[in-house]
């Protein structure tokens, strides 16, 4: 009898432990699920201050699209515009204050072992379309061009590279930043 009990009891726990852990898992993915979602909204959506902040930053310029996402569990607005000419993103906090920043750059204002490595990568210096951006206090590059007839865009971005959208995870994979060039 009391073999009996000693079994239900453990059939017990046991359910009730394999009931946690299914739980735990299926609400950390739909965390992440939540965190990769993204609606397009319009500047009319955002909260006061980041509306403010994205008026202030493209004054004179084309707001041409605003996507809402939620990064490292904030919501935030990442906004893509044409000011003075230039394409020019910015990611914009619910409070108004300015996350990161990517505006198109002359090629000749990339630091000197960037433009080597970009140089080196595409073959040219011709055609390419060097962008700069800071996000977390840390500066990254990229450049668009052709190699081999295709369009790429090379960059570094946050701890993931990209390379024509798809990404490759390659501790020896190509990029750029600031403080250190990784060759080609």
């Known amino acids: 009898m009391q073999n009996r009990i000693s079994r239900w009891i453990m059939t017990l726990l046991l359910a ?24 397009r909204v319009s500047l009319a959506d955002l909260p ?15 707001v041409e699209m605003i996507d809402k ?45 960037v433009r080597k490595a970009a140089e080196k990568y595409f073959g040219t210096t011709a055609g390419l379309n060097p962008s700069k951006g800071v996000e977390d206090g840390q500066t990254t590059y990229g450049v668009e061009g052709t190699k081999n007839g295709k369009k ?14 798809k990404i490759r995870s390659e501790a020896t994979a190509n990029g750029f930043t600031e403080d250190q060039v990784d060759p080609f």
């Open 16 to 39: 009730v432990g394999v009931t946690a852990l299914v739980t735990a898992c299926a609400s950390t993915k739909a965390g992440k699920e939540k965190e990769d979602a993204t609606e």
């Open 48 to 62: 006061m201050p980041a509306r403010a902040t994205v008026e202030k930053l493209t004054g004179g310029g084309k």
């Open 152 to 165: 790429e865009f090379v960059s570094r971005l946050r701890r993931s590279w990209c390379l024509g959208g």
């Open 69 to 113: 996402e939620v990064e490292k569990g904030k919501t935030v607005y990442d906004v893509e515009a044409t000011v003075g000419g230039k394409h020019v993103e910015y990611t914009i906090a619910i409070d108004g204050a300015v996350v990161g920043t990517e505006t198109s750059i002359n090629f000749s204002e990339l630091p000197d072992a």
